[in-house]
């Protein structure tokens, strides 16, 4: 699947949902949906109606720009970068995946660089240890969580690693997503 790499506030505001792709900003006054409330384009606000087609294709979209793939909720949660995301080890989930990806993380002892890796009951993620003096994750050690850790995942922000305790349920999805929309949309 091809990247995006355009501007990911306008798909935010495409979805009309925070989608939370930019990290902090998201979380501040500075986010595009804060400032805009209205589709991006030049029809943007001409935009109101939506067929009963559009509106399950609009959830799909909102599912595959959070996550970057279209799969189930569970296995998306599961993945690698997603989990170091709900860890605070990057400030979004494109963050995340650069520091899997450029080799810092490490699961059960072993190094792993593939971003779409599913992890298991079980398995424990922790920062490399030469990666530990790269600043981003020193003041992660001294703040801790800034956002708050799904029930599944245990932290342990002072040795910069993490354990999955229980596979996530729809409950721990923090996404407003109807997924039945997107069962809907592909069983045409």
Known sequence: MARYTDSVCRQCRREGAKLFLKGDRCYSEK???????????????????????????????????AYGIENML??????????????NFGESRPMARQMVTHGHILVNGKKVDIASYELKVGDVISVKEKSRQIPLFATLREQGAKRTVPEWLELDAENLSGKVVALPKREDIDL???????VEFYSR
């Open 31 to 65: 986010c595009a949906m804060t400032l805009r409330h209205t589709p991006p384009g030049m029809h943007g606000q001409g935009r109101r109606k939506q067929s009963e087609y559009g509106i399950q294709l609009r959830e799909k979209q909102k599912v595959r720009r």
């Open 176 to 182: 407003t997503i109807e997924e039945h929309l997107i």
């Open 74 to 87: 569970q296995l998306l949660e599961r993945r690698l970068d997603n989990v170091c995301y709900r860890l």
